[in-house]
């Protein structure tokens, strides 16, 4: 149940350059800066903060062209339709409050890999007020007002009251806890429990120590983990991103083979506990819907748990001729702020039919693979509902 779009790792600013001392201030000015946003900013031009910013895309991690602008990192998406983002922006603790210094530090340093049409960024929750004279679009944003734990409780459907008391019932133990060496390897046990998540391949599943020790060091100074044990096992957890007056999940992983438990509903109660009890206003779990998908387990587990959908400004600003045609088109929306609704979810089912073909080919593949005994013995107890034919 991810929900962690491209997440960044920390190790500040590097430049070989040497200069005046007003260039070596800014340096200095600018490392501080995104050591807080914990990125990997390597600087090759020190006045404009051009450089490359380390990122996970799709669970591999990649260096990518970015500018430094303000304290943040922006960086561009997209081959054709080229649109300037805020990285990380869901997790920072500030928003962008001068959007015009972004256009002019793109329009001059947007060259090349950084060459944007369109500049789009939100506001934070709860600013669903514009502040910003630009074009608007919404974010629909799933977030839990937290007033107190006792109201979002009163407040759920029975079912999933049902669902954390089973979870207590069964032996199920939830603490808050930072990273270490000993939850890594608990992480990676529940990254490696299930191949498929929401129907399709998980990008995490088979990393190394290292490499998830990697993915979990993000935003370190400003973030709990939510975990819920099974006597010893590490069963489920929840990486919680605290900003100012927001605490945002940044990713909760049940184990599948433990659903029967609810962890992930026990995960939920607690950070609810927890933003209670540090006085945080919302907690947040990326968006409600995305574009026009409407409908998805994830939707429904969010609604189940008292998330419900906020809308906040989004300002999309063309930056060249070509930004404003892809902006009065709507193609800067990306494909899920394109199609209708009907198609997104008859693209949903045709991937999930096709991960669904490629699992099973590959199970009978590792059959025909296996020695002529161990296959003859399968003959013999073939697994319940294969369909898989060795000859």
Not at 116 to 132: L, N
Not at 248 to 275: F, G, M, T, W, Y
Not at 285 to 290: A, I, T
Request: hydrophobic letters at 35%.
């Amino acid at each position: 149940m991810c929900d962690s779009g491209e997440r960044s790792k920390c190790a500040g600013w590097r430049n070989s350059s040497s200069g005046a001392e007003t260039l070596q201030q800014e340096r200095r000015q600018a490392s501080i800066g995104l050591r807080k946003l914990f990125m990997t900013l390597q600087v090759h031009d020190p006045r404009a903060g051009v450089g490359v910013v380390e990122t996970s895309i799709k669970g591999k991690w990649t260096e990518v062209p970015a500018l430094a602008i303000d304290g943040k990192a922006v960086i561009v998406r997209g081959r054709w339709i080229r649109v300037a983002v805020i990285h990380d922006e869901r997790w920072l603790d500030s928003e962008v409050e001068d959007p015009e210094l972004y256009v002019k530090s793109l329009k001059r340093h947007g060259l090349g890999k950084l060459r944007a049409d369109v500049f789009s960024f939100a506001q934070k929750v709860p600013g669903s007020q514009p502040i910003h004279d630009y074009p608007i679009e919404w974010d629909s944003v799933a977030a839990i007002r937290v007033t107190s734990y006792t109201e979002w409780w009163e407040n759920l459907p029975q079912e999933t009251r049902k669902n954390v008391r089973k979870s207590q019932k069964l032996g199920v133990r939830v603490e808050v806890t930072k990273l270490d060496d000993e939850l890594v390897a608990g992480i990676v046990g529940v990254n490696n429990d299930s191949a498929l998540r929401q129907r399709r391949s998980f990008d995490h599943y088979g990393k190394s120590f290292e490499q998830v020790k990697k993915d979990q060091s993000s935003f370190l100074d400003r973030s709990d983990f939510v975990c819920a044990y099974f006597g010893n096992e590490l069963i489920g957890f929840l990486k919680l991103v605290y900003r100012g007056q927001v605490a945002s999940i940044l990713q909760i992983l049940p184990k599948e083979s433990h659903r029967d438990k609810k962890p992930a509903n026990a995960l939920i109660a607690k950070a609810v506990e927890l933003c209670a009890a540090k006085g945080i206003a919302y907690l947040g779990y990326g968006l409600f819907n995305y574009g026009n998908k409407q409908e998805s387990s994830l939707r429904d587990f969010k609604t189940r748990n008292g998330f419900e959908e906020m809308m906040v400004p989004r300002y999309a600003i063309p930056l060249t001729n070509r930004g404003k045609v892809y902006m009065k088109l709507k193609l800067h929306r990306g494909i899920l702020g394109i199609l209708p609704h009907s198609l997104i979810k008859l693209g949903i089912g045709a991937r999930a039919q096709w991960y669904h073909f490629k699992r099973f080919m590959s199970r009978c593949s590792s059959m025909l693979e296996q020695p002529n005994r161990i296959r003859q013995m399968g003959r013999s107890n073939p697994p319940a509902g294969s369909k898989c034919n060795s000859d």
